[in-house]
Nanobody, 117 residues
Framework: QVQLVESGGDLVQPGGSLRLSCAGS????????MSWYRRAPAKQRELVAS????????NYADSVKGRFTISRDDAKNTVYLQMNSLKPEGTAVYYC??????????WGQGTQVTVSS
């Protein structure tokens, strides 16, 4: 059974930091492009960051460049999102996605991040 389980969401003050984790199971994790998306209230889902299979290449939304870092540990089947200098507009549910193009796609259930004083 395929699972993606996100964790690490919390309430944090503006300027603070959080690290999200997404643990995968039931598929060959290292073969998959891993991405973080977010959906803010009343807004469309947005790609935040992605990292290629085997850690080759990263991509970031302009709004998070220089503040967020995506990384993966294939030995632990886990992808991370380090979020620094968080802003109130970062308040959203953050989702993890695993994609092997033209083969399969999986999603986690999401973790809530709230940036507020």
């Amino acid at each position: 059974q395929v699972q993606l389980v996100e964790s690490g969401g919390d309430l944090v003050q503006p300027g603070g930091s959080l690290r999200l984790s997404c643990a995968g199971s039931g598929f060959t994790f290292s073969n998959y492009v891993m991405s973080w998306y977010r959906r803010a209230p009343a807004k469309q889902r947005e790609l935040v960051a992605s990292i290629g299979a085997f850690g080759i290449g990263t991509n970031y939304a302009d709004s998070v460049k220089g503040r967020f870092t995506i990384s993966r540990d294939d030995a632990k089947n886990t992808v991370y999102l380090q979020m620094n200098s968080l802003k109130p507009e970062g308040t959203a549910v953050y989702y993890c996605e695993a994609v092997r193009p033209q083969v399969s796609e999986y999603w986690g259930q999401g973790t809530q991040v709230t940036v507020s004083s």
